[in-house]
């Protein structure tokens, strides 16, 4: 699959790049300024498209038989990014033909009431990009994952529609996301991720 990573410069979305790059997929890097271009393609040998999700997108995805959708305002501009930047992103993607969709959520975005005050806003958004994916005619995935460290990867999680807040490395996160392109149980589905035993694809395809 060609595939686009929204968000590719991100402390996620660089794990996604390097993990395409390397794959029998072929990656397209995503990143909103012209000053990163040149640092992608010479890291990750990739074709790098400048696009900003609260602006037209529908060039980056010419030619994409997948998103992973890896973006985010760092609570900078949760209405413009994280959730109008992914709606913006997900219909482009359904009205250019595009496949498949892996949203990156978070936990808790079904429930932002249950989460501290600060963050329930960028939780609502999420909620919004995501029932927007859920209700589009994509294949999707959407992944809730906890609270993200900068622990090397473990290559094991747990995942499941529902499991006790924890923590994931960002490294398996990306390799979730990446799996999940593939796994065919992941379709159509919602589920949220911590560190755990099971290996990535198992844990995937126990779902």
């Given at each position: 699959m ?13 794990h996604?790049?390097?993990l ?5 997929h072929?990656a ?20 790098v ?10 060039h ?18 949760v209405e413009g990014v994280d959730?109008?930047?992914a709606?913006?992103?997900?219909d ?6 595009a ?14 009431e249950?989460?501290?005050?600060g963050?329930q ?9 995501d029932?927007h ?15 993200l ?5 473990t ?7 529902r499991?006790?807040?924890g923590?994931?490395?960002?490294a398996?996160?990306?390799r ?11 379709h159509?589905e ?7 035993e ?10």
């Amino acid at each position: 699959m060609n595939v686009l990573i929204a968000g590719s410069h991100g402390g996620v979305g660089q794990h996604i790049t390097e993990l395409l790059a390397e794959s029998e997929h072929t990656a397209r890097a995503m990143v909103r300024d012209e000053s990163q271009v040149d640092e992608m393609e010479e890291e990750f040998g990739v074709d790098v498209v400048v696009a900003d999700l609260t602006e037209d997108v529908s060039h980056a995805l010419t030619g994409c038989d997948a998103v992973i959708f890896a973006a985010g305002s760092s609570g900078e501009d949760v209405e413009g990014v994280d959730r109008d930047g992914a709606i913006r992103l997900i219909d482009e993607a359904e009205k250019q033909g595009a496949e498949r969709f892996v949203m990156l959520s978070s936990i808790n975005a079904d429930r932002p009431e249950e989460s501290p005050e600060g963050l329930q806003p960028y939780l609502e958004a999420k909620l919004a990009a995501d029932e927007h994916l859920q209700d589009s005619d994509l294949t999707y995935t959407i992944v809730r994952p906890g609270e993200l460290t900068d622990d090397p990867a473990t290559g094991r999680i747990e995942a499941a529609r529902r499991v006790e807040r924890g923590r994931i490395t960002r490294a398996d996160v990306a390799r979730t996301l990446v799996a999940a392109l593939d796994v065919e149980t992941t379709h159509g589905e919602t589920f949220e991720l911590i560190e755990g035993e099971e290996p990535i694809e198992d844990a995937l395809e126990g779902l």
